[in-house]
T-cell receptor
Framework: GNSVTQMEGPVTLSEEAFLTINCTYT??????LFWYVQYPGEGLQLLLK?????DKGSNKGFEATYRKETTSFHLEKGSVQVSDSAVYFC?????????????FGKGITLSVRP | DTEVTQTPKHLVMGMTNKKSLKCEQH?????MYWYKQKAKKPPELMFV???????INESVPSRFSPECPNSSLLNLHLHALQPEDSALYLC?????????????FGPGTRLLVL
């Protein structure tokens, strides 16, 4: 079946540090890949997405590249801020003939210290 | 505008109560979703409506009853819930059900069952 694996958390960084959150996937086909962010007490917000191999999604200083050869979609940011503290979910979506479900990773909590 | 609204924001109910959650979007999206999210976990899909027809029911207990009165509205009727049903209930919508289409989430209803 389809699955998403995220690195274990939580992650704690100092402000302006470099961020990498690993995400790998298993899928029977060519999925679209997404990063969602959930701030405390809120719903999920789309952070960025990529729909085919070698696409790079970017938003708010975050980037992720769809790597088909390594089945990965790692999230990076050059300089994190305190306001980036949240839970980050990697997800894939694949059409299975009847519909296309969103499959989430477990999520990782990021805390950024001033 | 990529807004999905949900009401109420918070809900407390007893195990014998009947209540409803409401979700609305005005983006012209034709697919709508209900998810359940427990603390520190990813969202779990419950139901999918595609073009106002129920297309996925993820073996959800019958005490949860979805309804899609029109293409902009999605309800979740609750009856005889258990304390373990306490969670954040998220609604989402997407243009259609193709894999590259983004699901946009609402802020959620935080439900407590006593």
């Amino acid at each position: 079946g389809n699955s998403v694996t995220q690195m274990e958390g939580p992650v704690t960084l100092s402000e302006e540090a470099f961020l990498t959150i690993n995400c790998t996937y298993t899928a029977t086909g060519y999925p679209s890949l997404f990063w969602y962010v959930q701030y405390p007490g809120e719903g999920l917000q789309l952070l960025l997405k990529a729909t085919k191999a070698d696409d790079k999604g970017s938003n708010k200083g975050f980037e992720a590249t769809y790597r088909k050869e390594t089945t990965s979609f790692h999230l990076e940011k050059g300089s994190v801020q305190v306001s980036d503290s949240a839970v980050y979910f990697c997800a894939l979506r694949l059409y299975t003939g009847a519909n296309s479900k969103l499959t989430f990773g477990k999520g990782i909590t990021l805390s950024v210290r001033p | 505008d990529t807004e999905v609204t949900q009401t109420p924001k918070h809900l407390v109910m007893g195990m014998t109560n009947k209540k409803s959650l409401k979700c609305e979007q005005h983006m012209g999206h034709r697919a709508m979703y209900w998810y359940k999210q427990k603390a520190k976990k990813p969202p779990e899909l419950m139901f999918v409506y595609s073009y106002e027809k129920l297309s996925i029911n993820e073996s959800v207990p019958s005490r949860f009853s979805p309804e899609c009165p029109n293409s902009s509205l999605l309800n979740l009727h609750l009856h005889a819930l258990q304390p373990e049903d306490s969670a954040l209930y998220l609604c989402a919508s997407s243009q259609g059900d193709l894999h590259q289409e983004t699901q946009y989430f609402g802020p959620g209803t935080r439900l407590l069952v006593l």
